[in-house]
Structure formats: structure tokens, C-alpha cells
């Protein structure tokens, strides 16, 4: 609230909006035949899944239940429900910005990630220690800011990235000015980033935020 987003980069660097002119500057899509084969597969293995389509995010009607109870939804966050993911992108024809599913189940959670890439033109990532998030090749948090930055003049020497998992990764492997991983974060994100900063619950950001400021003027 005190400091408006000017644009935001989502779905693993998917897409990217300018939100003073409320519009999509730029999309990466998977295929849509290959997003429906995903979807179908995901149906037989019996996990969780979703998919995001033109800023949507269409979760199957039967986990309605599950979604309510186990995810807080962000505000810029439209959702909506569907009888059925797969029908609906192979329907409308749709390539997807991100395919997101979460299974505890480790074991499995590694057999759906193997057969995926083994059979799709997909990149795979993660948010949390249990869930699988594919996305196009070459498409990331990174190579998506390295996109904003160049369209707005910005040198990568003035960039400051925060990271806390592993789709962060790619975002702070990069040479910006700063590379910041949360305290909370694994360990390979922490050898990625250049410096480390308190964990989420002690508002690491905000943290680092005002130590630069106060750095940069004095007295602040």
C-alpha cells in the first residue's frame, strides 16, 4: 500500500503487467495441446492441480473444499472454477502461463517431474517443498526482469532481488546489483544470492529496505 506496484512479473516470469495502464506487456505461453496433455496427466496421478489462463487461475470445481482450506488467495489474484482444467484448454485453444500442482507424497512428486520433462517441452520449478510449477523453456523470474529492465532503461547494476524459493533461483544467479535471499530460504538459494537477509516472519525486506535508505541518507 505505501509503495504501489508499478508492473509485476507472476507465473515464474509468464507474465508481466504494467498496473498503472492495467495491461499485459508481455506473455510467455505453453503450448496449448501441450498444457491439455499435461493437465490429463495430472488427472490420472489423482493430485491437486491448477492452471493459469489470461490471468486466471481455474481450479477444478471437485477441490473447491481443498482450495478454500489450504490456500489464502491474494487480492490481484482473479480464480475461478472448472468442471474440467484439460476440457477447458483444449475448448478455448489457450496456451498457459504457469500448470501448478502440490502433492506430500515426495516419491510421487518426483515420478510426475520425471515423466513431465521426459515427455514435454517444459521448464520445471518450485515455490514450496511440495509442489511442481512447469513453465516454457527460457522463461523465469530472471530472464522476465531482465526483459522489464531493459525495456525501461533500468541497468541490471541497479536492480535489487529478494528471493525465499527455488523459482527464485534464476532471479538471483543473475549479476544485479543486489542479490538477497531470506534468511528462511534453502540453502542453494542462499549460495546464489550475494547477501542474505532476515526470514519473511521478520519482515526481511522491508528490513533491507530501510538499512539501504538509511545507508543512502543519513538521518533518514
Known sequence: EALPLLYTITSNGGLIRDEREDRVINRTLVD???TADILHELESFGVFFCVHLDQVVYFQNDDEQYVRNKYHIPGYMEVALTDSAEGLVRQR???AEKIF????DE??????RRRILAKYPVFCSSSSAHNLEFGVPGSS???SLRWLCARL??????VMAFGDSRN?????????GATIAMENADS???KAAKYITKSNVELGVAYTIEELLKRSYPGI
Do not use: H, N
Open 188 to 190: 542453494a538459494l542462499k
Open 153 to 158: 532503461g533500468v541497468d541490471g547494476s541497479e
Open 93 to 95: 485453444r489457450e496456451g
Open 168 to 176: 527464485d533461483e534464476s532471479m538471483l544467479s543473475m549479476d544485479f
Open 107 to 112: 516419491p510421487l512428486r518426483q515420478e510426475i
Open 101 to 104: 500442482l502440490r502433492t506430500d
Open 32 to 34: 496449448w495441446q501441450v
Open 141 to 143: 523470474k530472471g530472464t
